[in-house]
């Protein structure tokens, strides 16, 4: 069955810190994945996803992320945290085909230090 | 502006009231969501719809019905609220066909509190 894991549930770094949320997927194909960030009392933003081609893809906000296949991993980073990127982040894998659906991990929280 | 829009934001209720909790866009797209998500939790699906008159169960077990007669609109029906539906309710929407048909965009969420 699919699953998506983060290890952490919460993480704090200070401002100007690099930073490094964990996912790890569970599918049998190839899988298309996303990570979303999830402001206090808000809904989800997409921050970037991968469906194929280059392991590594840039989102918005500075974000960025890299598909290992061989680990089932797609870790997001950011070289510089700021303040204002404390929220709740999601990854999630889609199940394919139009009747497919995403499947979310359990999210990180973050914290940032001044 | 294209967007997914949800009311009320919050809503404080007492037990065995019926509530129904709206979700419009303005996207365009046909499918449409709910989820719930309780805090610290993964968010869950428990309806979706691929267009007018369809409408599905998700993964999570849920007392809630929803309809979809507008393409736009997708509201969830809980008939006799209990604590136990206090949560957040998210809705969201994607296309059906072509690139970004797996990407979903999401409303700010409704917070229920059952008394």
């Known amino acids: 069955a699919q699953s998506v894991t983060q290890p952490d549930i919460h993480i704090t770094v200070s401002e100007g810190a690099s930073l490094e949320l964990r996912c790890n997927y569970s599918?049998?194909?190839?899988?298309?994945l996303f990570w979303y960030v999830q402001s206090p009392g808000q809904g989800l933003q997409l921050l970037l996803k991968?469906?194929?081609?280059?392991?590594l893809v840039q989102g918005i906000k500075g974000f960025e992320a890299e598909f290992k296949r061989s680990q089932s991993s797609f870790n997001l980073r950011k070289p510089s945290v700021h303040w204002s990127d404390a929220a709740e982040y999601f990854c999630?894998?889609?199940?394919?085909?139009?009747?497919?659906?995403?499947?979310f991990g359990k999210g990180t929280k973050l914290s940032v230090k001044p | 502006e294209a967007d997914i829009y949800q009311t009320p934001r919050y809503l404080v209720i007492g037990t065995g009231k019926k509530i129904t909790l709206e979700c419009s866009q303005t996207?365009?797209?046909?499918?449409m969501y709910w989820y719930q998500q309780d805090p610290g939790m993964e968010l869950h699906l428990i309806h979706y719809?691929?267009?007018?008159?369809?409408?599905e169960k998700g993964d999570l077990s849920s007392e809630s019905t929803v309809s979809r007669i507008r393409t736009e609109h997708f509201p969830l029906t809980l008939e006799s609220a209990r604590p136990s539906h206090t949560s957040q309710y998210l809705c969201?929407?994607?296309?059906?066909?072509?690139?970004?048909?797996?990407?979903?965009?999401f409303g700010p969420g409704t917070r229920l509190t059952v008394l």
């Open positions: 969201a929407s994607s296309e059906l066909w072509g690139m970004s048909y797996n990407e979903q965009f």
């Open positions: 599918y049998g194909a190839t899988p298309y």
């Open positions: 991968y469906f194929s081609g280059d392991t």
């Open positions: 999630a894998v889609f199940t394919g085909g139009s009747q497919g659906n995403l499947i």
């Open positions: 996207m365009g797209h046909d499918k």
């Open positions: 719809s691929y267009g007018v008159n369809s409408t």
